[in-house]
């Protein structure tokens, strides 16, 4: 199995992506609170030596997990880590100044406010743009440079960022992912 489970908390929000192995052990331990999903998946184990049976965990693709309410708090993750994979992700590989969908190979993190001008490193300040926008606006703002920017950055919730950050999300993880996106457009989803 290479899909991910979809962890957390108690209160039904989520957490983070967690290995199948990962969730078993959580099973074991008896971590589990519920179970959300239509996809389950069968884990066999080894044999007793005693009573000649074999052991198996069946695991939810989305688990929630006893406890995990102190975990989130503790972690306090508010604003969800800005990668490039994710960033270019969140604008579905379209430069936001000239709209050509891109690789990512040809694709660049621009800064909406230059760096160099007070400008932060931050999700509500970058763009997507290809690289020959990028070199083509400088070291100027989208004003400066006659470059009106297609959509607005914003800072995606940890809903938004988990599944920004999947490869491979079953459609009932998305589905449950998806009940708690902010409700303005998502560039990045396609389904």
Same mark, same amino acid.
């Given at each position: 199995?290479?899909? #991910?489970?979809?962890? #957390?908390? =108690?209160?039904?929000?989520?957490?983070?992506?967690?290995?199948?192995?990962?969730?078993?052990?959580?099973?074991?331990?008896?971590? &589990?609170?519920?179970?959300?999903?239509?996809?389950?998946?069968?884990?066999?184990?080894?044999?007793?030596?005693?009573?000649?049976?074999?052991?198996? $965990?069946?695991?939810?693709? &989305?688990?929630? $997990?006893?406890?995990?309410?102190?975990?989130?708090?503790? %972690?306090?993750? %508010?604003?969800?880590?800005?990668?490039?994979?994710?960033?270019?992700?969140?604008?579905?590989?379209?430069?936001?100044?000239?709209?050509?969908?891109?690789?990512?190979?040809? #694709?660049?993190?621009?800064? $909406?406010?230059?760096?160099?001008?007070?400008?932060?490193?931050?999700?509500?300040?970058?763009?997507?743009?290809?690289? &020959?926008?990028? %070199?083509?606006?400088?070291?100027?703002?989208?004003?400066?440079?006659?470059?009106?920017? #297609?959509? &607005?950055?914003? =800072?995606?919730?940890?809903?938004?960022?988990?599944?920004?950050?999947?490869?491979?999300?079953?459609?009932?993880?998305?589905?449950?992912?998806?009940?708690?996106?902010?409700?303005?457009?998502?560039?990045?989803?396609?389904?």
């Amino acid at each position: 199995m290479t899909a #991910l489970i979809l962890r #957390l908390d =108690v209160s039904g929000s989520p957490v983070t992506w967690i290995p199948w192995q990962d969730a078993v052990s959580l099973y074991c331990r008896d971590l &589990i609170a519920w179970t959300a999903g239509n996809q389950e998946f069968v884990f066999h184990g080894g044999v007793n030596r005693r009573s000649g049976e074999r052991s198996m $965990v069946n695991v939810s693709s &989305i688990i929630a $997990v006893k406890r995990s309410a102190l975990f989130k708090q503790h %972690t306090k993750r %508010t604003i969800p880590p800005l990668t490039n994979r994710e960033l270019f992700l969140r604008d579905a590989h379209l430069c936001m100044y000239c709209g050509h969908q891109h690789c990512e190979s040809e #694709l660049t993190r621009d800064h $909406v406010t230059p760096l160099s001008r007070g400008g932060t490193d931050r999700w509500s300040n970058v763009v997507t743009a290809c690289r &020959i926008c990028n %070199t083509r606006k400088g070291n100027r703002n989208p004003e400066a440079a006659n470059m009106p920017l #297609l959509a &607005i950055p914003y =800072v995606p919730n940890w809903a938004e960022y988990l599944a920004l950050s999947n490869r491979k999300i079953l459609a009932d993880q998305m589905e449950f992912l998806k009940s708690q996106f902010s409700g303005r457009p998502m560039l990045f989803y396609k389904q």
